[in-house]
């Protein structure tokens, strides 16, 4: 599959995902608290290159790929995610629409544990603030009531490319890792076509 495909392919399973997500929170009433970024900080958060072509393409498409990839380069041993700006007007990401799998998921998706049980998965303070609604939430996930697979989505993307989607890195590692590629695609085709 060529890199453009890739990056409409993933772009596909991510607008599936918005719409499940939406119908989700419509029915559960579950939500991000205003103003609360706390997962965004998370130093540990781990990504796949994958889902992190959509930007790198944006990136390239609108010339600030050379330059992110700098900023990339300089920010190298920070851990918290590059694109987190807590005074952005929707979220805490600067590039809200290309946010990664991992960003997409947590708070409004669910996995499956041993017991076949489905689990929200989202934070401490949706489930201790929105306590009511989040116990709502998975008595009727449990019923029938349709929510995200995260499993689900993960096996969408490792169909796209097994390999990109299987090798997780820091999150800011695997936005520079799917940067490095799409500006590689475009260097190579365009010394062969020009």
């Known amino acids: ?25 419509k029915s559960t ?28 393409f944006h990136l390239h498409k609108t010339h600030q790929a050379d ?10 041993n920070q851990k918290v995610c590059l694109l987190f ?8 990401c600067s590039f809200y629409p ?8 947590f708070g409004f998706s669910a996995m499956i ?22 116990l709502k939430a998975e008595r009727l ?4 009531l349709g929510v995200p697979l995260s499993g689900k989505y993960y096996m969408k993307l490792y169909a796209i490319d097994l390999k990109l989607s299987s090798n997780y890195y820091p999150i800011n590692q695997a936005i520079q890792k799917a940067l490095e590629m799409v500006l590689f695609h475009f260097s190579y085709t365009n010394r062969r076509v020009g």
């Open 98 to 105: 290309y946010r990664g799998l991992i960003c997409r998921l």
């Open 141 to 144: 996930i449990n019923s029938g």
């Open 85 to 92: 700006n807590p005074f952005n007007s929707v979220g805490a």
């Open 113 to 134: 544990d041993k017991q076949d049980t489905k689990r929200i998965i989202t934070c401490k303070l949706i489930k201790s603030q929105q306590q009511e609604g989040f």
């Open 29 to 56: 009433n579950l939500k991000c608290i205003p103003g609360c970024h706390h997962c965004c900080t998370n130093s540990k958060i781990e990504a796949t290159p994958l889902e992190f072509l959509p930007l790198a």
């Open 1 to 25: 599959m060529s890199l453009i495909k890739k990056v409409r392919a993933v772009e596909s399973v991510f607008k599936s995902l918005e719409k499940e997500i939406h119908g989700f929170q």
């Open 67 to 76: 330059i992110f990839l700098e900023k990339l380069n300089e920010y190298n």
